[in-house]
């Protein structure tokens, strides 16, 4: 159904022109005229597109109304002297609705009137509402693309990234395809999904952002498809670089390199750790900060990155966690560890994860300190960043 739907779309507005031949005493429906509307979000989900108006045709959904006799007028409207309307349960049993009227469009507002031929009662109560022009669109729309999550820049960079075709969650391996999906002409913050693709579910809805850069989403999967789909949520995140500092920054053991919208993360020594990783937000950090959340790093940027493992060194890291003495472990944690501490720090290679937030710290004597979050022991012990970095020369 929604495969046929779309097709159908194409033609419309694509090919709006293709048969302008008279037919009859009937004058074919204006170019300006055609194409496919709706009302709601709920009306692209039809057998049709909403309401598609072709040369001599409208439908909508099961609804049928056959164009038997009309002429366009001089202000561009379409009058409708008899047309029948016919749903598609009563073919072969009742006789069509006649009906008469007009259609008419201003902007992306379709207008359209529809009488029963004897009186100035409506006709049919499923065609009266406002009807908006759709677009077919194959991509996220510029004005809605970017990254979106929690308003908090510390917290876990859980949200979504919208980017071409694909509505990315920050923590999941799987992105949402998309497959079809229209826009009405009007709305340039809602994405109406007819289909999307989630691993093996396929998902249908739609995500709009407001004025304030809230992003809401509600998709739900296809019965018979899938488990289920991605939240899509959150508020907008900004990317500014421009604080932060340009090349590497070091203290002999640990690197930090921002590139453009990624950083690069890497140790000195012999185990060759390193993170690259897309730098999903940047947010200020206020002196105040330090005082209520113990990072120990002043005033500054925070760069809030997309979840990802090492590219290299993850089993050396692993090995020096495994093998991590006790007063090794206060020394990082900064209280005294029991065995069962330990015995929490021991990681595999797998487990070994890159770090969620880069916090860079203003200048202070030339150099900067620097901390990672989660304030862990793994970010403690492979990364070591006690002593503040300076830059690369």
Known sequence: MIRQATISLVALLLSASACDDKTGESAPIPDALRGAYGRTEV????????????????????????????????NGSYQIDEAELRWAKDTGTNDPKKCKGTIDRHGTRLLLTMFKMDSDSKCEASLQGDWEAWSLVDAVPESMAGSYGRKNPY???????????????????????????????????????????????????????????????????????????????????????????????????????????????????????????????????????????????????????HSAKPTSGASACADRLGGLAQAQCEDYLGVPCDASTLSATAHSADEVQCPSHIVIGDTEGGKRKIALLPKSLENSVCWELREPLAPVK
């Open 43 to 74: 009306d692209a989900f039809l057998p049709t597109l909403g309401l598609e108006v072709d040369v001599d045709t409208l439908r909508y959904s099961e609804l049928t109304v056959k164009i038997v006799s009309g002429k366009e007028l001089a």
């Open 155 to 305: 917290a876990v960079a859980e949200g979504v990234r919208l980017d071409g075709k694909q509505i990315i969650p920050t923590r999941s391996d799987q992105v949402l395809e998309l497959e079809e999906a229209v826009m009405f002409e009007s709305k340039a913050n809602q994405l109406i999904v007819r289909k999307g693709v989630f691993g093996e579910t396929t998902c249908t809805g739609s995500v709009t952002l407001s004025d304030e850069g809230l992003l809401r989403g509600n998709l739900d999967p296809v019965e018979g498809t899938g488990p289920f789909c991605p939240a899509v949520f959150g508020n907008r995140w900004s990317i500014n670089t421009a604080q932060i500092p340009k090349g590497a920054l070091s203290n002999g053991k640990v690197s930090v390199e921002v590139r453009g919208e990624t950083v690069l993360l890497k140790t000195l020594d012999e185990q060759s750790l390193k993170c690259e990783q897309a730098i999903l937000r940047t947010a200020n950090r206020n002196v105040a900060d330090s005082g209520r959340d113990g990072i120990p790093v002043m005033g500054g940027q925070v760069l809030v990155l």
